[in-house]
T-cell receptor, first 111, second 116 residues
Framework: GEDVEQSLFLSVREGDSSVINCTYT??????LYWYKQEPGAGLQLLTY?????DMKQDQRLTVLLNKKDKHLSLRIADTQTGDSAIYFC???????????FGSGTRLQVQP | GAGVSQSPSNKVTEKGKDVELRCDPI?????LYWYRQSLGQGLEFLIY????????KSGLPSDRFSAERTGGSVSTLTIQRTQQEDSAVYLC??????????????FGPGTRLTVT
């Protein structure tokens, strides 16, 4: 079955870059996603990448996909205190509409 | 425009009681999903609706859990004879096709269920 894994915690200083990593096992994944969850709020879709892409950049966010190693990363440039949240990676694949989520990485940004 | 809404935002119930959780998807979204987020765990898929039918119920943890959707809009998740392990945040999402096989899911704020 599918499995998505993330490290639990990352602490960075304001202005530094953050890199959040995720590994997945399902080679038939079609899309991979990054969601952000702030305290008391729902999940917000940050960005996604199609499985035939290697990289996607969207303002301060860069997503890298290594299909061979089934590794996904999210880089946040110039991290701000407002970026403090839990970040979830998720995958979907053809034939299954439900998303499979990792357990989330808590990003703490220190001033 | 309005996003996905859920009610109640918080629910405290006694073990053994039944609860109903409601989800109002984004207008026009044909797909609706229920997920559960337990303390310290990721999100666990429960059930997916396309219109009023549920082609994927594979995540429902037991027959105490059921869900329905009417009019292709509002959905209700019902938990019968609640147990303490049912305590979690129940999240609803809706989506529509945005291109190819991409279905962006938009999440509601969740209902925090506490079973005492």
């Amino acid at each position: 079955g599918e499995d998505v894994e993330q490290s639990l915690f990352l602490s960075v200083r304001e202005g530094d870059s953050s890199v959040i990593n995720c590994t997945y096992t399902d080679s038939s994944s079609t899309y991979l996603y990054w969601y952000k969850q702030e305290p008391g709020a729902g999940l917000q879709l940050l960005t996604y990448i199609f499985s035939n892409m290697d990289m996607k950049q969207d303002q301060r966010l860069t997503v890298l996909l290594n299909k061979k190693d089934k590794h996904l990363s999210l880089r946040i440039a110039d991290t701000q205190t407002g970026d403090s949240a839990i970040y979830f990676c998720a995958e979907s694949y053809t034939g299954r509409r439900a998303l499979t989520f990792g357990s989330g990485t808590r990003l703490q940004v220190q001033p | 425009g309005a996003g996905v809404s859920q009610s109640p935002s918080n629910k405290v119930t006694e073990k053994g009681k039944d609860v109903e959780l409601r989800c109002d998807p984004i207008s026009g979204h044909t797909a609706l999903y229920w997920y559960r987020q337990s303390l310290g765990q990721g999100l666990e898929f429960l059930i997916y609706f396309q219109g009023n039918s549920a082609p994927d119920k594979s995540g429902l943890p037991s027959d105490r859990f059921s869900a329905e959707r009417t009019g292709g809009s509002v959905s209700t998740l019902t938990i019968q004879r609640t147990q303490q392990e049912d305590s979690a945040v129940y999240l609803c999402a809706s989506s529509t096709r945005t291109g190819g096989t991409l279905y962006e899911q938009y999440f509601g704020p969740g209902t925090r269920l506490t079973v005492t």
